[in-house]
């Protein structure tokens, strides 16, 4: 099982950015994917995620809605992280990551299994 981030990269306060994990080794129609972030210094963080199914709400951290959409394309086998408006606050590693389907869509990083390995987003002020 593979989860590989990529697309992370430097950008100006106020752009955009996208990033994708493509997802690889297994079938995950049953699961989450999420995207985590670790600024330095600092605790990794749910930012968002999305049923591979596309069942049910997206969820989002309060500090990225309506800024960030999780999305997915099934038959590429990829997931989306669209960043708008990016804030230097947003500066971080960010991470994809898989967790078994459950009723809530969950922001703890211990229910996800699979991690991707990170790709670097630094906003300049």
């Known amino acids: 099982v593979q989860l590989q981030a990529y697309g992370g990269g430097l950008v100006q306060a106020g752009g955009s950015l996208r990033l994708t994990c493509a997802v690889s080794?297994?079938?995950?129609?049953?699961?989450?994917m999420g995207w985590f972030r670790q600024a330095p210094g600092k605790e990794r963080e749910f930012v968002g995620a999305?049923?591979?199914?596309?069942?049910?709400?997206?969820r989002y951290a309060d500090s990225v809605k309506g800024r960030f959409t999780v999305s997915r394309d099934n038959a590429r086998n990829m997931v989306y992280l669209q960043m708008n408006s990016l804030k230097p606050e947003d500066t971080a590693v960010y991470y994809c990551?898989?967790?078994?389907?459950?009723?809530?869509?969950?922001?703890?990083?211990?229910?996800?299994?699979?991690w991707g390995q990170g790709t670097k987003v630094t906003v300049s002020s």
């Open positions: 999305v049923r591979w199914s596309g069942v049910g709400p997206t």
């Open positions: 990551a898989a967790a078994a389907a459950k009723v809530v869509i969950p922001d703890r990083e211990g229910a996800y299994s699979y």
């Open positions: 080794g297994r079938t995950f129609s049953n699961y989450i």
